[in-house]
């Protein structure tokens, strides 16, 4: 991939993923073009890269739509992630060195320094959570692993997730952070996996409950 596309996928991605591009909104090559100061090619290219990562759908008729999900990709979206982000806890504890465990408690406290201004800076929030996720991914060291996730943990729910956390919410996931610090110090797997479990289901109700779908979403998932 050139430059070129490469620097409009990730402008194209900021978009989505920021809520500028809303979901179900119809991308049109030139005017992405034209903000991205690039030519129809590589926006053509990063647009592909976005459908590959469920980011981007093209109709039939090769229109080019932002992902609207429904109340079954949103439960398949978050059980999807609480199996498989608990296996990469459960193998990085395992695997976990003193200089990622450092890096994972930097993460955490840049979350922290974001949830305790008066107002919560929820970007702020956003980028330390991952990292801290990135982190145990990479400490995993399965690629399979890390392409799955980085897909699911990058989507739009997660974003439009932590906009809806209440302080008390901010504050409840950075203390789940604490505890997987110290199952990952303990090199315990078998409590790392399960506070990863609990982590990604207590997301998925926050969203749920913030969006009013908590018993249709439960009924999606069964």
């Known amino acids: 991939m050139s430059r070129a596309s490469d620097r409009a996928f990730e402008a194209i991605r900021s978009m ?3 809520g500028e591009l809303p979901a179900g909104a119809q991308v049109v ?20 890269r976005l459908e590959s990562d469920l980011l981007v759908v093209r109709t039939d008729t090769q229109r080019s739509f932002v992902a609207d999900w429904s109340l079954d990709d949103v439960a398949d979206a978050f059980e999807l992630r609480s199996i498989l982000e608990a296996e990469a806890a ?32 929820v970007g702020g929030f956003l980028e330390g959570n991952r990292e801290f996720h990135a982190v145990i991914l990479e400490v995993a060291g399965s ?13 739009p729910v997660v974003w439009r997730t932590a906009h809806h956390y209440s302080r008390e919410a901010l504050h409840r996931s ?24 609990s982590h990604i289901l207590r997301a998925y109700h926050a ?7 908590t018993g249709e979403l439960q009924q999606a998932a069964e």
């Not at 992405?32 to 290219?45: F, Q």
């Not at 976990?96 to 406290?109: H, K, P, S, V």
């Not at 799955?148 to 990058?154: A, H, M, Q, V």
């Not at 969203?207 to 779908?213: C, K, P």
């Open 16 to 18: 989505i993923l920021s």
């Open 29 to 48: 090559e030139e005017a992405l073009a034209e903000k991205c100061g690039v030519s129809r090619t590589p926006v053509r290219d990063a647009l592909r």
């Open 90 to 121: 459960r193998r990085a504890a395992d695997q976990m060195t003193e200089g990622a465990l450092t890096r994972i408690r930097d993460a955490n406290r840049q979350i922290a320094d974001a949830i305790m201004k008066p107002v919560p800076d």
């Open 143 to 155: 690629r399979r692993l890390a392409s799955l996730l980085g897909t699911l943990i990058e989507q």
């Open 174 to 197: 950075h203390s789940e952070h604490d505890e997987l610090i110290a199952a990952f110090a303990r090199r315990d797997g078998g409590w790392a996996k399960s506070i990863m479990t």
């Open 207 to 213: 969203y749920a409950d913030a969006h009013g779908l």
